[in-house]
């Protein structure tokens, strides 16, 4: 790993490449002075590297377990080469878990953390402006985009198990987009907007033995938005059982009010957070679109949990509101 060259990392011991990301290229690094983490940024430019590390940075130095990149020997946080653009930063020493892992009192506090995130971040950059909520899917796209999917289906006599699954689902899908069609959400702007994480999840965080978060990861997503959409999101993430039984309604009730101690959102911008998520996901089919547009089966383990929830939160609607707006 020659980019190494460029940070006072000491002697390369060993290179251990990691395939969990799917967005960038990662490796834990040894050398003659302790472990790090080297990054290749993918699909990000270099304004928008830049502005991260410059952030990541800052809420790190307020107290926050933000990991931030390591300056080279010329001070620069990142390196771009022919081979692409890299930044390196410390190790850190921890696991993932899964939101279904924790305590209801770990839920609370995680979304305490999550709350204390979107404080900094108001008090380190100007204020958010213009923030809308993002415009509502059309029903229409979605129908031709179904139609599409089955199409590109395999015959059924050549169709394996994922096939099968991803035909059922299409089919229940657009008896749906028909029968749900007049609760598309309108156009509109939340009562509280500003810079988001991005993408909180449980693969962006790391715990100590305790169940303490030492590190939050993966700051490319960075930008502003409606701050209830992140809280709503991250609870469907963090807490889902990836099958037919949906959510966890206790641990992410408890979750979202763990943040509301920190930073009480109105329970109007949740309510229409927990409304305009379940119209996405109803006409969202991305694991399919990779699949059967591009070629793409990376994402394919994700489409059975992501089918089974969106028909469970429309039978079960009012608590899942409940639950994450009134608490």
Not at 145 to 155: C, H, S
Not at 196 to 201: C, K, N, P, S, V
């Amino acid at each position: 790993m020659s980019v190494l060259r460029f940070w006072p990392v000491g002697a390369l011991a060993g290179v251990r490449y990691l395939a969990e990301g799917l967005m960038n290229r990662n490796w834990q690094v040894t050398t003659s002075t302790g472990v790090f983490f080297v990054k290749q940024f993918l699909d990000i430019d270099r304004a928008q590297i830049g502005f991260q590390q410059e952030v990541t940075s800052r809420l790190a130095a307020s107290g926050l377990p933000v990991p931030a990149a390591m300056a080279t020997a010329d001070g620069a946080r990142l390196v771009c080469t022919t081979q692409g653009r890299f930044a390196v930063y410390p190790w850190i020493t921890g696991r993932h878990r899964t939101g279904l892992e924790l305590t209801e009192g770990q839920c609370g506090e995680l979304g305490e953390l999550l709350g204390r995130v979107h404080q900094a971040l108001g008090d380190l950059l100007p204020p958010a402006q213009g923030v809308a909520w993002k415009p509502a899917a059309d029903p229409t796209s979605a129908q031709e985009l179904i139609e599409t999917l089955l199409r590109r289906l395999p015959p059924p006599r050549s169709r394996d198990a994922f096939d099968e699954l991803a035909a059922r689902a299409l089919v229940e899908r657009r008896t749906m987009l028909v029968e749900l069609a007049d609760r598309q959400p309108p156009a509109g702007r939340p009562r509280a907007g500003g810079h988001l994480h991005g993408d909180f999840h449980a693969l962006n965080l790391l715990y100590d033995d305790a169940g303490t978060v030492v590190a939050i990861l993966d700051w490319d997503r960075l930008s502003t938005g409606p701050l209830a959409a992140e809280v709503v999101r991250a609870a469907t993430l963090l807490f889902g059982f990836g099958d037919e039984r949906g959510l966890d309604l206790d641990r992410a009730g408890r979750f979202v009010a763990g943040y509301r101690q920190v930073f009480p959102l109105p329970v109007e911008d949740l309510a229409e957070a927990v409304w305009r998520l379940w119209w996405e996901r109803l006409h969202d089919f991305w694991m399919l679109e990779w699949r059967y547009l591009r070629g793409d089966q990376s994402c394919d383990h994700l489409f059975p949990g992501a089918a089974a929830l969106v028909v469970w939160w429309t039978q079960n609607y009012e608590q899942v509101l409940t639950a994450l707006a009134r608490g």
